[in-house]
């Protein structure tokens, strides 16, 4: 697996992440737990160095997760987590969000406890709060980072402006947002202000949420756990719609006798030497399709028809529904 640099932090890891999330969280039953781990440890030994994982994910449960996996890797890999929200300590739901420097604090202890590390390399700021001054956020993690407690500062689905403020006061590492053949926003502004900062750039739903691949449809029935109910974007109308730019991926994958999945990561990979998408899964076929992904060559003239194909497609729905669309681009 060839390596990246997440900017010009010196932040080195795997050409494509693991996102940890849906193995407890998000999108049906939870992941039997020797499974996950069983997972994570196989993306280990297949050459991923870089794994994301949140407090909010379970709540706990992920992070627990992950520390567990990974005890054996200790120094091998890089271990992205997130601080940001309010969580019931009986539901274990959150119930808002809170970036105030002394909940930011309290979150890093309980993190590091549950990762099992003494130092967290990426932390992110998992949705801007309103309520926080960014400076104020950036100067807690400045100070995580001055005790030796934390590695490296992230934001989240963060806007220009608050990545700016951010940077000021403590250099940003990497974004993460989302970002794919089917959520191309990102290219306006924030692709831009990373490249000229300096900063890395981590897509999640690098395939969609899954619609890339080209195993869903219409008619495809989702756990009712599973967050996809809730997304306009994933309507059966909006699946249907959508499906002509999964069939342009589709045609890409046969001419080049690969998957849909790994078009649609060698696509993010080849927009710039700093992008390092994460895909999630629970499938160890499917870890090892992604993975493949990174071999996978586009050739200028591949991108320039890929792009000219998909320009020519309105993907139809919104991201999110409405009250998380307001948590981003702040």
Known sequence: MQKRKLGKRNLEVSAIGLGCMGLSFGYGPATEKQTAISLIRSAVERGVTFFDTAEVYGAYTNEELVGEALAPFRGQVVIATKFGWKIDPTTRKSTGLDSRPEHIKKVVE?????????????????????????????????????????????????????????????PVTALQSEYSLWWREPEMEVLPTLEELGIGFVPFSPLGKGFLTGKISADTKFDSNDFRNTVPRFSKENRKANQALVD???????????????????????????????????????????????????????????????????VQGARYPEHLQKLVGR
């Open 248 to 314: 342009v991926v589709a045609r890409f994958a046969e001419q080049k006798k690969v998957t849909p999945a790994q078009i649609a990561l060698a696509w993010l990979l080849a927009q710039k030497p700093w992008i390092v998408p994460i895909p999630g899964t629970t499938k160890p076929h499917r870890l090892a399709e992604n993975i493949g992904a990174a071999s996978v060559q586009l050739s200028p003239e591949d991108l320039r028809e890929l792009e000219n194909a998909a320009s020519k497609i309105t």
């Open 110 to 170: 309980g993190s590091l406890k549950r990762l099992r590390v003494d130092r967290i390399d990426l932390f992110y700021q998992h949705r801007v709060d309103p309520d926080v001054p960014i400076e104020d956020v950036a100067g807690a993690v400045k100070e995580l980072i001055q005790q030796g407690k934390v590695k490296h500062f992230g934001l989240s689905e963060a806007g220009v402006q608050t990545i700016r403020r951010a940077h000021a006061v403590q």
